[in-house]
């Protein structure tokens, strides 16, 4: 590796969306920072702080005599553990990381990072709610929202570089708004970003709490064509007392509801869904209802999380499920994730989809389904495929 390579700084980030686009946005922010890495840490369960952990080690050994500062939702709940580790030079709290003179960057409006064929725009951070298996809160803060103006300005300065796609994103994308003048939805956010950018071909959203999807936007993702159809909720599991204990504010017939409602309205939407398997407290017959939902629901896009302790939620105190069984039932969802995905895809063969191509030769359809593009693709470029088979959960 040579040295001038050395000296570029290096953001290394874990977790969610949010971090990953509070990442491009750092990167650009430190561009001139010198020798330099910043873990963006993630503290979402037990496992997360443990893969932060090693990132650290890994980014000293990889780069030992850079500065290594670390941020990110660890750097608040872990600070004492994470700054006693030796390879730490500094703590940047989670809530400054995007203000230049917690870095001694240039006060100036930072350049815009390299688009990529997709911009994410963090429209929100932090989060009002108290599930009592998650510690984001007091990683992130309360909910803060972007204005709509400011919202608008960012996806203007990436449509200039190129993007064809803008997700928006957040720790709890569907509270938007509640902290603004007037407290607008998230619907009338939507709005006003497809009529005041016509340049935009697709927009995308990330995960959102399904029991907060207003009128306004539960009209525009059954019939806007420009939003894509992929819906990926904050679902959690698929029982009711169990949703009780997680704090969660939906039941398993809200999620029907608003699945079956989407479905009849735009038959070809996705689904996707987080849910954890092994939460405390979690019989057989919960986990039955855990695994029916894949079903009931047709989630194709599944995000599994075995539960684990987290250390300052409430959750830690309730009966326990044991490890083994967790895991075993991680696998199991899992898999019937897989099965109903892989009915889905073959659904897809030989028809003609919109594929929007990224760098690494695949691309994603509206309903978010990879695809491998022919060599010679441009990245960025949108073009009409006609998928002709399906190997490893890609469609050729």
């Avoid at 608040?76 to 703590?91: L, N, S």
């Avoid at 169990?242 to 479905?263: C, G």
């Avoid at 987080?274 to 995000?303: M, R, Y």
Wanted: overall charge positive; charged content about 25%; aromatic content about 2%.
């Amino acid at each position: 590796m040579s040295a001038d390579t050395l000296e570029q700084p290096r953001i290394v980030s874990l977790g969610c969306r949010l971090n990953l686009a509070e990442a491009e946005r750092m990167k650009a922010m430190l561009a001139d920072a010198g020798d330099m890495v910043v873990v963006n840490s993630c503290a979402v369960t037990g496992e997360a702080v443990r893969q932060t952990r090693q990132a650290i080690r890994r980014a000293r050994r990889e780069r030992p005599d850079a500065r290594l500062i670390v941020t990110g939702c660890a750097a608040e709940t872990e600070r004492e553990a994470i700054a006693a580790m030796p390879e730490v030079d500094g703590i940047v709290a989670n809530a400054e990381k995007l203000d230049p003179r917690r870095w001694n960057a240039p006060l100036a409006d930072a350049p815009p990072p390299p688009t990529r064929t997709r911009a994410f725009i963090a429209v929100q951070n932090g989060c009002d709610h108290a599930c009592t298996f998650c510690i984001i809160p007091q990683g992130r803060g309360k909910s803060r929202s972007l204005s709509i103006a400011e919202v608008l300005h960012e996806i203007e300065r990436h449509l200039d570089l190129g993007a064809r796609e803008v997700v928006l994103t957040g720790v709890d994308v569907t509270s938007w708004g509640a902290d603004l003048p007037g407290k607008p939805s998230l619907g009338a956010l939507v709005s006003a970003i497809l009529e005041a950018s016509p340049k935009l071909e697709r927009l995308r959203m990330s995960s959102l709490d399904g029991i907060e999807i207003d009128g306004a936007l539960f009209e525009l993702l059954a019939s806007e064509e420009r939003l894509m159809p992929h819906l990926h909720l904050s679902l959690q599991h698929g029982h009711d007392l169990i949703l009780k204990r997680m704090k969660r504010r939906h039941s398993r017939a809200d999620a029907l509801s608003l699945v079956q409602r989407l479905k009849a309205r735009r038959p070809d939407i996705a689904i996707g869904a987080d849910l954890i398997a092994g939460f405390p407290t979690e019989t057989a017959e919960h986990h039955e209802a855990n695994l029916s939902i894949i079903d009931a629901l047709d989630i194709v896009h599944g995000h599994v999380f075995p539960y684990s302790p987290r250390p300052g939620t409430p959750a830690t105190r309730m009966p326990q499920v044991d490890r083994a069984t967790v895991k075993a039932r991680a696998a199991q969802l899992r898999e019937r994730v897989a099965k109903r995905r892989e009915r889905w895809l073959a659904s897809l063969v030989d028809k003609e989809l919109c594929v929007l191509a990224e760098r690494d030769g695949t691309g994603y359809s509206p309903t978010f389904a990879r695809v491998r593009l022919p060599a010679g693709t441009l990245p960025g470029t949108l073009v009409a495929i006609t998928p002709r088979a399906i190997e490893k959960g890609t469609l050729l």
